[in-house]
């Protein structure tokens, strides 16, 4: 197995709720020591994802209070998680019950971080909008770096 | 725990954990006596069949399966018969049989997603499957290992586990060789004996009280448990085709709610789903799982919404054996999928979402451009049906204090397995007591 995934989450259909999806896309290609994935959030599944990699970084769009764009970077287990990003999508749970369900069974990775980008526009529809479009570049790159580093 | 129930009171939920998304639920109970409830959801598929107006007959089957992270194969598969009646096309023989068997999976994940992880916990009083892990680890691990068998098997077949890619009008872009299929067997041999010991492991729970007398409505095939077709049929004697299905069944707008709540035409509220399937096509389960139902007591009569955990662990093991079956019989199709010759026209297709019955209808213009979409999901389908369970619950157990009654009310609306990402997000409960 490799012993690095990158995962995305989100709904692509509800406006910036897609860069987890975006970011990872465009990971794929750029950093082939990885495996990349697509998910929903759904904790079994991200658990599935996780378990046995030495690092996994998943991607999200969340709510911090931040201007939109603003990415946050969070290391589970060393990094709190601020308060204010719970539940304020949908699967932001998920990922705390993914992060709970895998420490239960063992499951979790050496080394989870989380990536959070700031939405302005979740609401129906395609696209992503111009402040997290604007993002992207920098978060794609920090990801790669980090990546990089581990599979040296 | 009973006391005197003050005169008048309100139960809110501010989030009702465990169901798929988000949505809001209001109990007013006056004088010992439950008046109004209203399940509050909001509806992407109405935002859907928005979205898909001006697209291609070919799209609807990726855009819809966008719909629901859960069940996307049941809107891949309802959008294809949909569009596939409106183009005159009929799949048959081993690409219905491969459509089938990831309908399967997908039955296979989300049952064992439901059982485990939203509903399972409610009957041993804990908050989530990480406090289930707790005290039966291996339940939880089997849980993991099932739906991997149902992730992998949807992949397979499917493209990726995901919102599948491969599944298109007419059939599939891809469809998997005799040996690669073969070789998914010793999987779908140890997910059979894995889902075994679930039935027998919701068997033996314990259940709340409470009947209901909903009119029953899902598919009923002439050989199989219906899931990918069939006649919609009812057990108050609804005999209909999907074609048939606007002049029965009515959409009616609720002030408090953006769902449509669906009636039963001059008759009003049914039920869809594990229930209502188990009741209508007993006779069409696959020996293995007829006789785990006979072995823990389930009949077709069954009218205890708490009990659905168990038909859901009965289908599961019953698609399972299907699944073993088609395997058994595969044998690669010539072409991946029919052509369709493109040309107007207004289809209609009904499949068994994991849920329940899902509806879809197309009208196509003669170049091939969707003009009108319908989707109906089973949860909205539900809605009067839920909302008549928790009248019978709350009134039933009125003594309770608020945050029993919550905690119960919560159960009855999860028994459902609202999928309320095809259908909201999360839900808030508010009990008004006056």
């Known amino acids: ?152 | 725990m009973t006391h005197k129930a003050k005169p008048s009171r309100t139960l809110t939920t501010e989030e009702l954990a465990r169901v798929e998304g988000e949505g809001a639920m209001r109990v007013e109970i006056h004088e010992g006596t439950v008046g109004r409830v209203e399940l509050n959801i909001y509806e992407p598929p109405r935002f859907f069949e928005g979205f898909l107006r001006g697209r291609r007959y070919s799209e609807p089957p990726d855009i819809t399966a966008r719909i629901c992270g859960i069940c996307p194969v049941a809107y891949q598969m309802s959008a294809c018969r949909a569009i596939e009646d409106a183009l005159g096309l009929e799949v048959n023989g081993q690409l219905r049989e491969l459509r089938r068997l990831l309908y399967c999976a997908e039955w296979i994940e989300s049952h064992i997603l439901h059982i485990h992880f939203l509903h399972l916990p409610d009957f041993f009083g804990l908050d989530s499957a990480i406090d289930l892990a707790g005290i039966n680890r291996p339940a939880v691990e089997r849980a993991l290992a099932l739906k991997k068998i149902g992730n992998e098997l949807l992949e397979l077949i499917g493209g990726r586990a995901i919102h599948p890619i491969n599944v298109q009008v007419g059939g599939f872009y891809k469809v998997p060789t005799r040996r690669e299929l073969l070789a998914f067997r010793p999987k779908l041999e140890h997910a059979r004996d894995m889902a075994a010991e679930v039935v027998e492991l919701v068997g033996g729970l314990d259940f709340p009280e409470l009947e209901v007398d909903h009119e029953m409505v899902a598919l009923r095939h002439p050989t199989e448990y219906a899931i990918l077709d069939g006649r919609i049929i009812s057990d108050g004697g609804l005999d209909i085709t999907d074609q048939e299905y606007p002049e029965h069944f009515v959409e009616e707008h609720v002030e408090h709610s953006t769902a449509l709540h669906s009636r039963i035409r001059a008759r009003g509220t049914y039920l869809v789903g594990p229930l209502a399937r188990f009741r209508l096509n007993f006779d069409r389960l696959t020996t293995v799982a007829a006789d785990a139902a006979g072995a823990v007591g389930l009949t077709a009569d069954c009218s205890n919404p708490f009990r659905s955990i168990v038909v859901r662990a009965v289908e599961t093991l019953d698609v399972i054996e299907v699944g073993l079956a088609i395997v058994d019989a595969y044998d690669e199709p010539d072409r991946p999928y029919l052509e369709a010759t493109i040309g107007g026209g207004t289809g209609h297709g009904a499949t068994e979402a994991p849920r329940g019955l899902l509806y879809h209808r197309y009208k196509l213009s003669d170049d091939g451009v969707i003009t009108d979409a319908v989707i109906t999901p089973p949860t909205s389908q539900n809605q009067a049906a839920i909302e008549d369970d928790l009248t019978r619950y709350v009134q039933a157990n009125i003594g309770l204090d608020d945050e029993e009654l919550r905690k119960g009310a919560e159960v009855t609306i999860r028994n459902h397995d609202p999928c309320i990402s095809c259908a909201t997000h999360f839900l808030d409960l508010t009990v008004v007591r006056t």
Not at chain 1, 85 to 112: I, K
Request: hydrophobic fraction near 45%; charge should be negative; proline fraction near 6%.
């Open chain 1, 1 to 152: 197995m490799i012993d690095v995934v990158i995962i995305g989450i989100g709904n692509t259909y509800r406006g910036d709720d897609g860069v987890g999806h975006a970011a990872a896309e465009a990971l794929m290609t750029m950093v082939p020591d990885a495996d990349v994935l697509l998910l929903d959030g759904e904790p079994t599944r991200l658990v599935d994802a996780w378990a046995g990699r030495r690092l996994a970084i998943v991607l999200d769009a969340v709510r911090g209070g931040d201007p939109p764009g603003t990415v946050h970077r969070i290391q589970v287990g060393v990094d709190p998680i601020p308060a204010t990003f719970a539940h304020l999508s949908s699967h932001r749970a998920g990922l705390e019950s993914a992060v709970a369900l895998g420490r239960a069974l063992d499951r979790n990775p050496g080394v989870l971080v989380v990536y959070g980008i700031e939405p302005a526009d979740l609401s129906d529809g395609h696209g992503l909008s111009r402040a997290v479009e604007l993002a992207l570049p920098g978060l794609i790159h920090q990801v790669a770096e980090e990546v990089r580093a581990v599979c040296a």
